[in-house]
Each structure stands twice: as structure tokens, then as C-alpha cells.
């Protein structure tokens, strides 16, 4: 046989002819071969297993095409592509993912639970993202082999982290589960993933993303003081954990010393109204709290010398100040530093932050 012979003779092909006589899967074939030929990032993955086979199935036949058919059938495609107007998300998972933050997230979950759909993506990733408390009652609740596959899915400190909080019976189990995992096939790992991301996927949606002690501390914080002390005590006796962690929450004029780093003062001085932050301070060096008296001190003794005789000065001029006005200016303080708090630009040092240094 010549060397010069044509390759169609020597690899005959029922794609080597024009684009009229190829089959659509054949299409699609060279459309796919082409595209990765040329780098091109093609989510296969996302047809159905039956589109996937039929198209491996094409491509494991097919030899090679000659360059007049290969421009032909991307002609094709693209003058289909061209004469498209809208296309619209495949099946009800991508359009849920498509209409995300668009429609309310009830209707969202409810259509998802009623379909039975999942969120776009690897379950699995959603699952690693979630804090480890999250993750410990599944460890708790599935069986000995589920839990060895979400254990062996994780990330090691997260996993190690998880571990370490179960019982040793309990975690002895299911370390010996995990050297039973080679065999899992991945099909058997995605369905657990999805199963296991499915009970995050339909909690209720949260209507309030604050924890409620942090909603009603920031409340608590710029209310009438007189009030804040009478609803604290009620809350304490009502319910004195959530009055416990209400009371660390709490931020006011009173714990500026406390809770405010000395180098981080003037940052408030240039924060806050200069005439508010006069009111408050004569209104708290006059008062009668003794610690509303020390806040005051604390701040003018942590700022410029100069600054401080004269706001001393001022604040000696201006006399008698009303508490309702005093009130108001002490709480512009306090807006005044969660404003720079929020900003990344003050730090507020907590009991807990203490606690941790001694220890």
C-alpha cells in the first residue's frame, strides 16, 4: 500500500464526508473535539448521562473529517447560534439559580422542596463552607458510613476539629469507617453530598440576619438610660441568659474606658460633632454617675493637651447642660464609635478578649 494513499482509505469514516450526511450527535462531536482543540472551557458536565454517552459514543467513532466539512458544520452552528433570541435556563434548578435574590426566598425554597431540586454546583462545597457546629449533629445523626464520607470529604483541620468533639467510642467508630471508604464509587459520594446538602438547602429563610441580641443591643445602646436599666432588670427575670448575653452586648458612654483602646480616642474626637462631643462631656463630668464622670476623664485625658484645656474651657463656659441634651450628645458618642467600628477602623476590646490574655 502506497504511502501516498489517501488517510480516508486507510481510516474510513462515516464522518469523513459532507456535513449533509453527518448525524447530529456527529455534529456536536466536532463542535466539542473543536472547541477543546482550542482551550475552550466546555461544561459537559452538565448534560444528562444519556447526552453525555451518546456524545463519547460519537467521538470514540469518528477518525477525522476533512477541512471543508469541519467549516461547514461550524457554519451551521454558528448560523444557529445566531438565529437564536433568547434562551431560556435548563430545567428548574437553573432557573431558580437564574432568578436568585429576584423573587422572595420563601417562594424559592418552596419550589425547590417541591421539585426536589438542588442548588447549582458540587453539594460538597456548600458542605465545607459550613461552620463546624453545623456539621457535628450530621456526624451525630447519619449513619457510621455516611459520616465517615462527610468526615473524609472535608478539609483535615475541619475534620480534626469535628473529631475531636465526639465521643471516643463514637469517634473510634467511625475512624474505622473511614479506612473502609476506598470503594465508595464517586457516584454513591455525590448522592450522600446531595442528601446531606439538601437538609441545609430547605431550612426557612431568615427574615433577620443579626443575631436578636445584637438587634436589641444596638438599640438598648442609644436608648434613654433610665429605660435601658428598666428593661435589662425585667429581661434578667424573664429570661437570664439572653438578659446575661444582652448585658454583654450592651455598649454605652459608661464603658468607653473600658472597651476603647487609649491610641483609638482621637479617632473619635474627629468622628463626632465636635458641639456634641462638648455636650456630652459636660454633661458627664457634671453628672452624678461616677462612671459617666470617668468616660469623660478617660477622653480628655487621651487626647492632645491643647485640645483638652480647651474643650475644658468651653465646657466650663457653656454651664448647666439638660439631660435630655446630654443624653442625645453621649449617644451621637456612642453612634460615633460603632461608626468606626464598622468601618474596620476601631477595634472595641471585650471581657472575653481579656479573659483569653490572662489565661
Not at 449533509?20 to 482543540?37: D, E, G, H
Not at 418552596?110 to 421539585?115: F, G
Amino acid at each position: 500500500m502506497s504511502a501516498m494513499q489517501p488517510l480516508s482509505r486507510l481510516a474510513p469514516s462515516p464522518a469523513s464526508g459532507r456535513a449533509a450526511t453527518l448525524t447530529p450527535a456527529q455534529k456536536a462531536a466536532i463542535i466539542v473535539r473543536f472547541l477543546l482543540k482550542e482551550g475552550a472551557d466546555v461544561p459537559l458536565e452538565r448534560l444528562s448521562d444519556a447526552n453525555q454517552t451518546t456524545l463519547t459514543e460519537a467521538m470514540g467513532q469518528m477518525r477525522y473529517i476533512d477541512r471543508e466539512t469541519l467549516a461547514n458544520v461550524l457554519a451551521e452552528f454558528a448560523r444557529e447560534i445566531e438565529a437564536m433570541g433568547l434562551v431560556f435556563p435548563a430545567g428548574l434548578a437553573e432557573a431558580l439559580h437564574a432568578l436568585e435574590g429576584r423573587i422572595s426566598p420563601v417562594t424559592a425554597a418552596r419550589l425547590r422542596k417541591e421539585a426536589g431540586v438542588r442548588q447549582v454546583g458540587d453539594p460538597w462545597e456548600r458542605i465545607r463552607a459550613l461552620d463546624p457546629e453545623k456539621l457535628l449533629p450530621l456526624l451525630r445523626e447519619e449513619s457510621t458510613e455516611v459520616a465517615a464520607v462527610l468526615l473524609s470529604k472535608l478539609p483535615v483541620p475541619k475534620a480534626a476539629e469535628l473529631l475531636g468533639q465526639l465521643p471516643g467510642p463514637e469517634a473510634r467508630k467511625i475512624s474505622y469507617a473511614v479506612s473502609l471508604t476506598g470503594n465508595v464509587t464517586p457516584e454513591a459520594v455525590d448522592r450522600i453530598g446531595l442528601s446531606l446538602a439538601a437538609q441545609f438547602e430547605y431550612e426557612a429563610p431568615r427574615a433577620f440576619e443579626d443575631d436578636p441580641v445584637e438587634r436589641l443591643g444596638a438599640i438598648l445602646n442609644i436608648a434613654n438610660s433610665d429605660m435601658r436599666d428598666a428593661l435589662l432588670s425585667g429581661l434578667a427575670e424573664d429570661d437570664a441568659e439572653f438578659g446575661q448575653r444582652l448585658q454583654k452586648a450592651i455598649f454605652t458612654f459608661v464603658h468607653i474606658p473600658a472597651r476603647v483602646g487609649p491610641v483609638d480616642v482621637p479617632k473619635i474626637t474627629r468622628e463626632v460633632d465636635p458641639d456634641l462631643l462638648r455636650t456630652a462631656l459636660a454633661f458627664a463630668l457634671a453628672a452624678e454617675d461616677e462612671g459617666l464622670r470617668a468616660s469623660a476623664e478617660f477622653i480628655l485625658g487621651n487626647i492632645s493637651k491643647r485640645m483638652a484645656e480647651s474643650m475644658r474651657e468651653e465646657i466650663g463656659e457653656a454651664g448647666r447642660v439638660k439631660p435630655k441634651d446630654g443624653e442625645a450628645a453621649m449617644n451621637a458618642v456612642v453612634a460615633g464609635i460603632g461608626a468606626l467600628q464598622a468601618a474596620g477602623d476601631l477595634e472595641l476590646v471585650f471581657e472575653e478578649d481579656e479573659d483569653t490574655e490572662e489565661d
